[in-house]
């Protein structure tokens, strides 16, 4: 799995399916995946609450389109790891950077 940073907007959220595909690489399909908030900034929502992955958080795959990733109340730049399991196999951890941004008004 190989996932791009992601920018988000103070007050926003990115659902995690909509960068993340369910599937690897080699085609199997996720059953799990395991989420990790290094900062413990609680930057994962399940079904709109918060979920505390500072020391990992196991979620079926089942659930994933109900994952979102959530801003910082202000500007910041971190670390995110998830790793996937497909039944057989544990993937190596990927991480990406979550940059939370304040939007620039035009006037």
């Known amino acids: 799995m190989s996932i791009d940073n992601q920018r988000v907007d103070i007050g926003k959220n990115i659902l995690l399916s909509s960068f993340i595909s369910p599937n690897e690489a080699d ?3 996720i059953t799990w995946f395991q989420l990790w908030d290094a900062s413990n900034g609680n930057n994962f929502t399940l079904n709109g609450e918060v979920i505390d992955a500072s020391s990992g958080y196991w979620l079926e ?4 389109n109900n994952v979102s ?16 399991y497909d039944g057989n196999e544990m993937s190596q951890w990927d991480s990406f950077n979550l940059e939370t941004f304040k939007e620039e008004t035009l006037s």
């Open 27 to 29: 085609g199997d399909v």
């Open 61 to 64: 795959a089942s659930l994933f």
């Open 69 to 84: 990733l959530i801003s910082d109340n202000e500007a910041s730049s971190q670390t995110l790891y998830i790793q996937s």
